[in-house]
């Protein structure tokens, strides 16, 4: 049954009964309340004495037992996904903590938990004292989509997950993906067919496609909705940091652009890019040239301004020359046009060492810097390129783009800590 109540996931609960008072360790989901809400949307007239509510974004708020973190963070999961997770499950009460599990194949997992059982990064950092909140996007699980708007909804096939996400090194279609080692999956089970870790009839592929949902087509419709929100939700939060991956890293660019002051800090999980054009794969718009705006589907703020029907003028830069695998980027022609309600904003792009975006992250990043914006990277395999400071160098190899659901989560998301402390706490929080 679904979690109508839900609480977060436990990864090393050892013994529950053995004591009435719960330890407040890194995996113990220690927290005081949860609660949800929608912010956004708006009544529209579908028909005459037909009016509904729509273009709402639900919101999970998830407070720790103690709040340890001056700003609270904001989860923004990527395409095709949710914010959902369930199975096991702890229940708060007087004396002590209740487990309460299900299959764990019944449902997905995203920011929360894993699908092996694992803790998720929200269950890390809750228990790093942050308070949490965990959207569904527009028109995406929890938030409802309008059938009577003339938008298209599609969803993933499981090919397209196996290729990119979960058996990348079953396939080399770029030249990491041969890396890729984390996907918690086995690669035999005697109970079951033969099956390769990360594809169909790998259970854990199997719990985790089961999970994924459908989405809106139009990356226009879906940016203006999102944007607005995500403003909606930072002006009840308070100021935050936002924690967001792949399609979802596409949107604290055009949050921030029209929520000034509210953004501390963006941890940009492998957003989608790179400017301008779609690489890797195959193009799905004429010469693969795609978001006009550089990073974005839709407008944000440049200075100098640009003009009616004036773009973004672009040149093709070359990478470094030291790495045959990395994609060649496109840059605004110099002088570039800077990115003022970006600017001031610490900002991470990290990568992992098998994913797609290692060919191509690198491009995103120079952008960011091109347009004035103070912007690291993390990286897995650039070698001399430490600068962008790798995860190599903490021993973290052979994750794909699903890394917040694979066997060495936690050091990453410990690694994302570091990053987060070291940028934020010295700030004083407004109030």
């Not at 977060?8 to 220690?30: D, G, I, K």
């Not at 809400?37 to 407070?63: A, C, K, L």
């Not at 190599?392 to 794909?400: D, E, L, M, S, V």
């Amino acid at each position: 049954m679904y979690c109508t109540y839900l609480f977060l996931l436990v990864c090393s609960l050892v013994r529950l009964a053995a004591s009435s008072v719960p330890v407040y360790t890194p995996h113990s989901e220690a927290y005081a309340a949860r609660s949800y809400f929608y912010v956004g949307g708006q009544y529209i007239t579908v028909s005459p004495n037909n009016t509904i509510y729509t273009d709402q974004m639900y919101v999970e708020h998830i407070v720790p037992s103690r709040i340890l973190q001056p700003y609270p963070l904001v989860f923004i999961h990527g395409q095709g996904q949710t914010g959902t997770v369930c199975c096991p499950v702890l229940i708060p009460s007087s004396a002590s903590y209740r487990l309460m599990s299900t299959t764990k194949a019944q449902y997905g997992t995203n920011d929360t938990g894993r699908i092996d059982g694992g803790s998720g990064w929200a269950t890390y950092f809750l228990s790093r004292g942050y308070e949490v909140y965990i959207i569904d996007q527009t028109a995406r699980g929890r938030s409802p989509w309008n059938p009577n708007g003339n938008t298209t909804l599609t969803i993933y096939p499981a090919q397209r997950i196996e290729q990119r996400f979960t058996g990348t090194q079953n396939f080399n279609i770029w030249p990491q993906a041969s890396l890729h080692t984390q996907w918690p999956g086995s690669k035999h089970d005697t109970n079951l067919p033969a099956f390769q870790t990360g594809l169909q009839s790998d259970p854990i592929f199997d719990a985790y496609y089961a999970s994924t949902v459908q989405f809106q087509s139009d990356t226009v419709i879906q940016e203006k909705h999102m944007q607005i929100a995500g403003a909606a939700l930072l002006n009840r939060t308070g100021p935050a940091i936002l924690l967001s991956h792949s399609q979802g890293g596409l949107l604290p660019w055009v949050i921030a652009d029209v929520a000034p002051g509210k953004v501390v800090a963006i941890v940009s999980v492998e957003p989608t890019g790179p400017p301008f054009q779609d690489t890797v794969f195959p193009p799905t718009t004429p010469g693969g040239y795609t978001r006009p705006w550089g990073i974005t589907d839709i407008a944000i703020t440049y200075e100098p301004a640009l003009g009616t029907n004036e773009t973004l003028q672009w040149e093709r830069v070359a990478n470094n020359g030291t790495k045959d695998e990395l994609a060649t980027c496109l840059l605004q022609k110099e002088p570039a046009r800077r990115l003022p309600n970006l600017e001031g904003i610490p900002v991470l792009v990290e990568t992992a060492e098998a994913s797609f975006h290692a060919v191509y992250d690198g491009c995103t990043v120079a952008f960011l810097k091109q347009a004035g914006v103070a912007v690291e990277v993390r990286r897995t395999t650039w070698g001399q390129e430490a600068r962008w400071m790798p995860l190599a160098t903490k021993g973290i190899h052979g994750n794909g783009h699903m890394q917040f659901l694979e066997k060495n989560s936690d050091e990453i998301a410990n690694v994302l800590d570091e990053w987060i402390t070291s940028k934020v706490r010295g700030k004083d929080k407004e109030n």
